[in-house]
């Protein structure tokens, strides 16, 4: 009898098992370790359209990702119209520089990418 519990036991955990190994597995890329982030060209071209018309800055360092802003650099909110249609630009702000818009972390005054 104890052996015939233990099998059945162990059929249910197998079968149990099944569905879980038939899961898609998903990879979470956070901005904190690349220091950058991810957006579709599409809504790059908006991006661009949209927020170059800003005054350029001059700086006379590199302006590259990850590069910290200096104080001096004037950092703009990304307008809530952006945000509605590109979400990953949340919390964010820019500048442009060299016609390139330049979204910064305004927490690290980090350069998170550079919309060419």
């Known amino acids: ?3 015939t519990m233990l099998a059945a036991a162990t059929a249910v955990g197998l ?3 099944v569905p879980a190994g038939a ?3 998903v990879t979470t890329t956070t901005t ?3 220091g950058s982030i991810t957006i579709a060209p599409e809504k790059r071209t908006v991006i661009r359209q949209r927020l170059s018309t800003a005054k350029p800055v001059t700086v006379k360092e590199n302006v590259t990702v990850g590069w910290t802003v200096p104080e001096t650099v004037e950092l703009q909110t990304v307008p809530d119209t952006i945000v509605s249609d590109i979400p990953s630009v949340k ?3 820019y500048f ?3 016609d390139d818009v ?3 972390d305004p927490k690290t005054r980090k350069v998170v990418t550079i919309v060419e």
């Open 102 to 104: 330049v979204l910064v």
């Open 91 to 93: 919390g964010y702000s």
């Open 96 to 98: 442009v520089y060299n």
């Open 32 to 34: 904190e370790t690349t």
């Open 15 to 17: 079968m149990a098992a």
């Open 1 to 3: 009898m104890k052996a």
């Open 23 to 25: 899961q898609t597995s």
